[in-house]
């Protein structure tokens, strides 16, 4: 193999590992549920009981173990109802990540059969 040969080679081995890399930071990791304990804790204890260890929430308001024990409930539909609620919601700013780890959070109260 020519000089050339090796160094073409050597250089689109390193292009093809950048461009891996690339893609690896831009997919998005698993949902931090301790992220979105936290996002919780600070953004809806005004309306819904998001901890056991909570002690007041508005009454007509169902609490995050309520809504992830919902019959089929998944992380996309705990996203969408928070983006377009079927009820009265503040409007609070978060993106996709935050959203994911609010879900993974809610969900994580599920009980378990």
């Known amino acids: ?4 040969t ?3 080679l050597a250089m689109g ?3 093809l590992g950048l461009s891996m890399s690339a893609l690896a930071q831009q997919v998005p990791g698993t949902p931090d549920k301790a992220h979105g304990q936290a ?3 600070r953004l ?3 309306c819904h009981l998001v ?3 909570q002690e007041h929430a508005n009454v007509d308001v169902p609490s995050f173990r309520e809504i992830a024990n919902r019959e089929g409930q998944s992380a996309g539909t705990i996203t969408a ?3 377009l609620p079927k009820h009265p919601m503040p409007q609070i700013q978060l993106d996709k990540k935050e959203l994911a780890d609010l879900a993974a959070y809610i969900l994580s109260l599920r009980d378990r059969p």
């Open 81 to 83: 109802e928070i983006i």
């Open 1 to 4: 193999m020519s000089r050339e």
């Open 51 to 53: 901890a056991a260890s």
């Open 39 to 41: 996002l919780a804790e």
């Open 13 to 15: 081995l390193a292009l």
């Open 6 to 8: 090796v160094f073409g």
């Open 44 to 46: 809806c204890t005004n």
